[in-house]
């Protein structure tokens, strides 16, 4: 798809401006534009693997936050919401020099660019899925724990086999909109040097001085995954209503 797009600038001239563009860096036709392509598309591999990655544990982290927030006891919901304030409170790029430089010195270990990558991004993440969750359980009719409750269900399985069911089913758009929101997040992790999507156009720009051209394979990079995923997310929502 990245290369029919590339093809439809072609198509529409852009390639004819001879004097002020160079697609000739991304051009497929030539062994430059190939291999500055392939470079390119690589880094996209390194953006989604870290995007779902770290979206997957934000999703786990931010239900283990919104169940405490769901009690009738002060302590609980305390917690709850000193932990959704306070990572919300944090920007995500001055959480993410925190966890690179300053975790590692904390607690005396060793974290790839990687993992501090994921960690960072899943922490500001969870506080955003806890608050989703919590909304999402909350819509759920106060019928539905009392028809568990006659069967004899207790807490955990009525929130297994009776709440969390028909809250995913309403927080799923919420929870597709958070997966595009870390992956157009993910680029700041170039910062502490991850070969990911933008760092890896940073660095051609600056090996071919064509920041235009590159700049706008980066965009429809992002573009084109960003639009298959909300495709993904709309097709899910229409298999689970269905069931």
Request: proline letters at 3%.
């Amino acid at each position: 798809m990245l290369f029919r797009l590339l093809g439809l600038a072609a198509l529409l001239g852009l390639g004819g401006c001879s004097g002020n563009w160079g697609w000739y860096v991304v051009n497929p036709a030539t062994e430059t534009g190939r291999r500055n392509l392939s470079f390119l598309i690589d880094g996209l591999y390194f953006t989604i693997g870290l995007s779902v990655t770290a979206i997957l544990i934000s999703i786990c982290l931010g239900l283990m936050v919104a169940l405490p927030g769901l009690s009738r006891r002060r302590a609980p919901k305390a917690i709850n919401r000193v932990y959704v304030e306070l990572v919300r409170a944090i920007p995500i790029l001055v959480l993410i020099l925190w966890v690179y430089y300053g975790l590692p010195q904390v607690a005396s270990l060793s974290i790839s660019v990687f993992w501090a990558g994921v960690l960072a991004l899943a922490i500001s993440d969870s506080a955003f899925q806890a608050e989703i969750f919590r909304a999402g359980i909350q819509s759920i009719d106060r019928g539905q724990y009392e028809a568990a409750h006659s069967v004899s269900l207790n807490y955990r399985d009525t929130m297994r086999y009776v709440i969390l069911p028909q809250a995913i089913k309403r927080i799923l758009p919420a929870l597709g909109n958070q997966l595009v929101y870390m992956l157009k997040m993910s680029s700041l992790v170039s910062v502490i040097g991850m070969q990911e999507l933008t760092r890896r156009a940073n660095e051609l720009v600056v090996t071919e001085y064509r920041p235009l051209e590159i700049y706008t394979v980066l965009v429809l990079e992002y573009l084109v995954v960003i639009l298959i995923v909300s495709a993904g997310v709309r097709w899910l929502e229409r298999r689970l209503e269905t069931s």
